[in-house]
């Protein structure tokens, strides 16, 4: 084999903009939306009073900071590809830490979401159809599934 073909990246091949420049705009536009969504979340704890009220508002607090701890995970993979290893293009090559943890916790909340709105579902058909029992069970089937697939990914 010619040391050619593993020889690192050099400058000249890789362009910063197409992968630095959309990872640090996405890592804004997920801050801004972080803003957002605890703006939303102020507004349900001052505004929500009644029935379910201690369970949802345990449940918005989780979300809420699932979603913290994962912009805290996006900011530190930004701080280290862009400040960390400044002009070094070689280390997109390797997957930091921080950008595994990021998968973990994308999941968590989109596995947290999909039982809350299978939780919604079964509550409003409950007595309705008995296709509004059976959705939330497929549906809670498919995202353990995902969770499955997802944590497989990781190793």
Known sequence: MSSSAHAPLQPSHVDPRGTYGAFFI???LAAVLFGLTTIQAFIYFRTHVGRWTAFYRLIVLLLWMLDAVHLS???HCVYYYLVTNFANVGAITKVVWSFRLQIVFSVLIVYAIHLLYSHRIWIVGRD???IFRIIPCI???LTSGKLSLSTEMLS
């Open 73 to 75: 995970l996006t900011i």
């Open 139 to 141: 549906v809670i089937v």
């Open 128 to 130: 309705r159809s008995r």
């Open 26 to 28: 996405g890592s804004i």
